[in-house]
């Protein structure tokens, strides 16, 4: 079945640096990968979608890249800032054109 | 524009109950889908819709029903409450030619 891991230990980061947060997955071919952040108590908000034909994309202080070869997404967020301070949650669309989510990563930025 | 509105934000309830979560969404979406998310498990789907009279199960139906009537509203229902059921539960849409899902902000449901 498909599956998707995200590290569930909470990423703890210097204000001002680069974050970077991972996602993969197996046992599956997704056309595209969403990321997600959700604040305590919220549902989550999309950020940024990245197509399999895609190798970057970027948003402001945000940047995706996808790895098909490596079944891997990863997340970068830089000159973070407290605020940044979220879980960051992926997504994969699945045949049935629904999305398959994984557990998430909490982000931590420490002033 | 509210987006997703769900009711309520929190709900107690005792084993064997039953009631209804509410959903509803003003973007004129055509599909919605209802999830639980649990500590240290992605978002899991229970039931989902593509249009208006139109709805399948996801990956953990058992226990829940949906009907969608019309294209605002998709309510979920719990036949009779058991206590693994206790989880946040999240609606969300989206359009058919857009990927971006729209969430509401969620029903913290505890069964004792």
């Not at chain 1, 997600?36 to 990245?50: A, E």
């Not at chain 1, 407290?82 to 997504?91: G, H, Q």
């Not at chain 2, 769900?6 to 969404?25: D, E, N, R, W, Y």
């Not at chain 2, 009537?69 to 857009?98: G, H, I, K, M």
């Amino acid at each position: 079945s498909q599956k998707i891991e995200q590290n569930s230990e909470a990423l703890n980061i210097q204000e001002g640096k680069t974050a970077t947060l991972t996602c993969n997955y197996t046992n599956y071919s997704p056309a595209y990968l969403q990321w997600y952040r959700q604040d305590p108590g919220r549902g989550p908000v999309f950020l940024l979608l990245i197509r399999e034909n895609e190798k970057e994309k970027r948003k402001e202080r945000l940047k995706v890249t996808f790895d098909t070869t490596l079944k891997q997404s990863l997340f970068h967020i830089t000159a973070s800032q407290p605020a940044d301070s979220a879980t960051y949650l992926c997504a994969l669309k699945d045949s049935n054109y629904q999305l398959i989510w994984g557990a998430g990563t909490k982000l931590i930025i420490k002033p | 524009n509210a987006g997703v509105t769900q009711t309520p934000k929190f709900q107690v309830l005792k084993t064997g109950q039953s009631m209804t979560l509410q959903c509803a969404q003003d973007m004129n979406h055509e599909y919605m889908s209802w999830y639980r998310q649990d500590p240290g498990m992605g978002l899991r789907l229970i039931h989902y819709s593509v249009g208006a009279g139109i709805t399948d199960q996801g990956e953990v139906p058992n226990g829940y029903n949906v009907s969608r009537s019309t294209t605002e509203d998709f309510p979920l229902r719990l036949l009779s409450a058991a206590p693994s059921q206790t989880s946040v539960y999240f609606c969300a849409s989206r359009s058919r030619r857009n990927t971006e899902a729209f969430f509401g902000q969620g029903t913290r449901l505890t069964v004792v």
